[in-house]
């Protein structure tokens, strides 16, 4: 999330809550005077230093169940600070705690036989950014942790704006590296690496309006199978690029905000994805802020997934014609199939006095087969729905 | 479906490529509302992660904004 129009904490917040007509004229103008002084008018658009440090912690309960079988439930209590420093330097940092437990279908969506699991996760990551009068640089590393997962990342960004700061090219690299040691030991000390590029135009359209267009590429060597699922043996490389447009544009009328991004995604598994998605943002009087979102979701199957359609003799979970040295790529990972999903939330957050706020959100996601846009879905699986709740206390200073 | 992305890309680089002479430039003065919060691209930090984290665990695709948020293992 590297593109941002305004530094976190940089400018003026002038228009929070509901204002009277011409205090809202007279806010105006003297906004418009602040931005005309020297040194100030960088402020909407370039990226700059942030001038308020912010610390958030964040509590998030996430459930997901299937029709017959109550799935995965994760509990992840989660820390983040932003620092400025000495004006031109910020660091960025964040800590996440997460508490894993369930079932997951071995196959398809197979009931029976699903593996329990009890894990935790730790997480964490840090961003140090050097600002510059037309631009910005920074460098990232990334640390996760589970008893059978571990990975790695560092990355390099850098942003150039235009003299008049309306158009930011961004470009990025990362490298990760993770390790995969599965307690059932199917195999033992493996690998894989991922290198990712990305090139981003941000664009001031108008004083309402600010579009980015981001491309990421991602090239993936190792393994990427999934050591919990049976038959499940997919290629050792993976290649995925994503298009990304985003849209925010502010309503006059209402003083809200609406948060528009459409992404499409397609990788060497053969899968091709369309991401929609949509937030608007409402300030209402006494400092509260109430944002409804939606995201519509679907994507095609990989190449090698096989439908719920089984061996003659073996049965379960063995496709059809399949033999114990076969060395074709298989899965039969709800993940990889043909399907849709929507998901549904609403976020209310309160500002409080010096500098705290408070926030809730409640979000319903649903995955479905008969939901892929553009195509069917694949045959014979369960739906799958998840509730999400966060509570979250941020405090500036 | 292979030129999907290109196709979209040189719509959307549209603005762009025309040097933005159809675009009126922003004078700073002029930025006001896009200072404010809600028009950055950025968010709720933890709120955008754990989003990242429960679509990477549940879709097949992910990626987009940035690169380099370090993997999981997310079953």
């Known amino acids: ?397 | 479906m292979r030129s999907a992305p290109s196709l979209l890309a040189a719509i959307a680089a549209l603005p762009f490529a025309a040097g933005c002479s159809a675009i009126q430039p922003v004078q700073p003065w002029e930025k006001g509302m896009l200072a404010r919060p809600e028009m950055s691209f950025e968010g709720d930090r933890l709120e955008m992660k754990f989003a990242e984290h429960v679509y990477f665990s549940r879709e097949a695709a992910s990626g987009g904004a940035s690169v380099g948020g370090g993997g999981c293992g997310c079953n």
Do not use: C
């Open chain 1, 1 to 397: 999330m590297q593109l941002n129009a305004r530094a976190p904490g940089q400018a003026p917040d002038p228009a929070r809550g509901k204002e009277a007509p011409g205090t809202a004229a007279l806010g105006t103008t003297i906004l418009a005077a602040a931005f005309a002084l020297p040194g100030l008018h960088t402020a909407a658009h370039a990226e700059s230093a942030p001038e308020q440090g912010v610390i958030s912690l964040k509590y998030v309960d996430y459930q997901d169940r299937q029709p017959g079988l109550e799935r995965t439930s994760v509990r992840s209590p989660s820390l983040s600070v932003l620092a400025p420093i000495a004006g031109v330097w910020a660091i960025e940092g964040s800590l996440v705690y997460d508490d894993v437990s369930g079932a997951s279908p071995r196959y398809h969506t197979a009931v029976s036989g699903a593996s329990r699991m009890e894990d935790e996760r730790t997480a964490a990551d840090l961003k140090v950014t050097r600002y510059f009068p037309r631009g910005s640089a920074s460098i990232g590393a990334a640390y996760s942790d589970e008893n059978d997962y571990r990975s790695k990342a560092v990355s390099l960004q850098g942003s150039v704006s235009s003299e008049d700061k309306n158009t930011t090219a961004t470009f990025g690299a990362g490298v990760t590296n993770d390790t995969i040691d599965p307690v059932n030991l199917i195999v033992v000390g493996e690998r894989k690496r991922t290198v990712e590029w990305m090139a981003g135009v941000t664009q001031v359209l108008s004083p309402r309006d600010i579009v980015q267009l981001n491309f990421t590429h991602a090239a993936g060597r190792g393994y990427f199978s999934d050591p919990y699922k049976y038959v499940d043996n997919r290629p050792r490389e993976r290649n995925q690029r994503n298009v990304l447009l985003r849209w925010n544009h502010h309503v006059d009328g209402s003083g809200g905000t609406s948060r528009l991004a459409y992404r499409h995604y397609r990788d060497s598994f053969g899968i091709r994805a369309h991401t929609f998605s949509a937030e608007y943002v409402q300030p209402l009087s006494g400092g509260w802020i109430v944002t409804p979102s939606a995201r519509v979701y679907s994507q095609s199957a990989a190449y090698f997934y096989f439908d719920p359609v089984y061996h003659g003799i073996f049965g379960p979970p063995f496709p059809p014609g399949y033999t114990f040295a076969d060395p074709r790529p298989l899965s039969a990972d709800q993940r990889l199939s043909a399907f849709g999903a929507h998901t549904f939330g609403v976020k209310v957050e309160k500002r409080l006095a010096a500098d705290w706020s408070v926030d809730i959100k409640f979000e319903r996601y649903e995955q479905r087969s008969s939901w892929r846009l553009f195509g069917s879905g694949s045959p014979g699986l369960q739906p799958l729905t998840a509730r999400i709740v966060q509570i979250g206390v941020s405090k500036r200073w």
